[in-house]
């Protein structure tokens, strides 16, 4: 049994390791202990026991990370993941062994396996922009799944056992009044800040417009703390409404906002070099804003405060009536646009997509088609494998990742409420008028919709409404641009980017961190740049030698083959 530790940059408390004669426990990432003792304290014991004590003290545990424990004696060890499966854990089989590490392409280097295409997942990724389930684009290495406990005993006959402690509740909800929910829900915030204080001060606050963001930061306030806030400009949406909401509120506050700016060449510097080694190409990026995350890891200090699980609280229509909606709603229009599209060769794309439907069915019959089986579905796919790479795999080596609502009791507390009233965004507004009212002054930005709060004034909501739609009209307009770039009038943000992005992205996956393929030939229009008004680019590693991209309409079709 060996432990390899990649130093890295990250602040102390990210790696806790205690040893014995007994053994050993290391824990990575952001754990917290709801009710049992403190993390640090449970890794000392848990260094000290047997197998089956050390489970029962790992699994207590909440927040995201990855435990594992090596019993000398018996020559077992155990790995536990966190119940929501958030920070990534993944494993590989070699010859005698077996591998886990917090990267996929570690796992597969240090099992020794060459690069074998798992199409299903090629297929999540150019359909959804991120993975399903437990598989990778590797197929000898999967992600280990939320709340898991996996124990290999080593010896000439290995043994090996792997069980689930925790599923995200399915039942029937109680059909209380708002009120008693409202109370039970912001009770297990509050215990969750309670004991994500006991661990680490505070450090740095993600500020953005949007409704979960300022519900974490509520949360703070009722205690008293204003942390340091941070936001980044997303200049290219709404015309940058969510960061001039998240300014105004920080004013209201009295407080200083610190502002990351990402420069329109960011899609051809090494910074978004070090997003896509980070996230190992895992989820659709380029060009999207969700990227410029990584400009914050210098400016984070202390902690990483992120309301990114209070989001799912809301219930959105298409979710109330099952998974076809949902399904139809998230995949329909993008598989539409990709069969039509010309881009991939059509045996390779018809074979890939049928293994990605057969893929989400797979995932999809582990639910019930019901809302409360739409939401298990979400936090284990959505969650786990698109939005929480952000703060847990971009920021979480740096410092701390907090993030609310990361404990079993607040999902099981958030199960038993009826899905009509967490429709419409209306138990996310009661809930910051418990904790600071104040707070609901300044509209919200919601995705692109700019939203009103309780007392926010309506002409200034429509001042920005107006602005937002401007500048999505002109955006899409490019000779609009050019005639008022001519008269010297200010034009909408938009991404310089050109082929050269490509180049940031071959050699993101040639680093020994991300797996080893190189980029194809991908035929640009040679007075063209891309033009993300145009089309959403989207890069996707497809096979051995290959990263294929969709590069834009263009005349009759870009074909890339992966092959």
Request: aromatic content about 6%; overall charge positive.
């Amino acid at each position: 049994m060996r432990l390899d530790v990649e130093p890295g940059d990250g602040a102390p408390g990210l790696f806790r390791y205690e040893a014995s004669p007994r053994g050993w426990c290391a824990v990575v990432g952001s754990p917290v202990s709801r009710e049992g003792p403190p993390v640090a304290s449970v890794v000392a014991q848990a260094a000290v026991s047997a197998a089956a004590e050390t489970k029962k003290l790992l699994t207590q545990l909440d927040g995201s990370f990855v435990a594992l424990h090596f019993e000398r004696a018996a020559g077992r060890v155990t790995v536990v993941t966190d119940p929501l499966g958030l920070q990534p854990a993944y494993r590989a089989d070699g010859p005698r062994r077996v591998v886990v590490a917090s990267t996929a392409a570690g796992a597969a280097l240090a099992a020794g396996r060459r690069f074998r295409e798992d199409p299903g997942a090629t297929g999540t990724l150019l359909v959804l922009g991120h993975l399903l389930g437990s598989r990778t684009i590797h197929r000898d290495v999967s992600r280990i799944a939320p709340a898991s406990v996996l124990q290999v005993e080593a010896g000439s006959a290995r043994r090996e056992t792997l069980t689930s402690y925790w599923r995200v509740p399915v039942g029937e909800p109680d059909n209380a009044p708002l009120e008693v929910h409202l109370d039970g829900v912001l009770e297990e915030l509050r215990r969750w800040l309670d004991a994500t204080l006991g661990e680490h001060e505070p450090g740095t606050f993600l500020l953005s417009g949007g409704f979960d963001s300022r519900l974490a930061l509520g949360l703070l306030l009722e205690r008293g703390i204003r942390p340091q806030l941070l936001s980044i400009r997303h200049r290219d949406e709404n015309g940058d409404a969510d960061f001039r909401i998240a300014r105004k509120l920080a004013r209201r506050l009295g407080a200083g906002l610190e502002a990351v700016d990402p420069p329109p060449d960011f899609f051809d510097s090494p910074a978004y070099q070090e997003y896509v080694r980070r996230t190992e190409g895992a989820t659709a990026s380029l060009f999207l804003f969700i990227s410029t995350l990584v400009l914050a890891r210098k400016t984070v200090g202390g902690a990483a405060w992120d309301g990114l699980l209070p989001g799912f609280l809301n219930v959105a229509p298409y979710e109330m009536e099952g998974f076809d909606p949902y399904l139809a709603r998230l995949v329909r229009p993008r598989l539409d646009r990709l069969e039509a599209s010309g881009v991939f060769h059509p045996d390779w794309l018809a074979a890939t997509l049928e293994a990605f439907r057969d893929l989400v069915q797979e995932e999809r019959d582990g639910w019930p088609d019901t809302p409360a089986g739409v939401l298990g579905f979400g936090l284990r796919n959505r969650v786990r494998l698109r939005f929480g790479l952000n703060p847990v795999c971009v920021l979480g080596s740096r410092a701390p990742v907090h993030l609310p609502g990361s404990t079993r009791a607040f999902w099981e507390r958030v199960a038993r409420v009826p899905v009509a009233q967490r429709a419409g965004g209306r138990f996310h507004l009661e809930l910051l008028r418990r904790l600071v009212p104040d707070l609901l002054r300044v509209p919200f930005a919601s995705g692109t919709r700019l939203v009103a709060g309780a007392g926010s004034a309506a002409p200034e909501l429509a001042v920005r409404r107006g602005l937002a739609a401007c500048h999505g009209a002109v955006a899409r307009r490019p000779r609009l641009q050019a005639l008022l770039r001519r008269a010297r009038l200010p034009v909408p943000f938009r991404w310089q980017g050109s082929a050269s992005a490509l180049g940031l992205l071959a050699a993101a996956t040639r680093s020994p961190h991300v797996y080893s393929l190189e980029v194809v030939e991908a035929r640009l229009k040679e007075d063209s740049a891309l033009d993300p008004s145009e089309e959403r680019f989207l890069p996707l590693v497809t096979r051995e030698g290959a990263i294929a991209c969709v590069t834009g309409r263009g005349a009759g079709g870009t074909w890339v083959e992966g092959s």
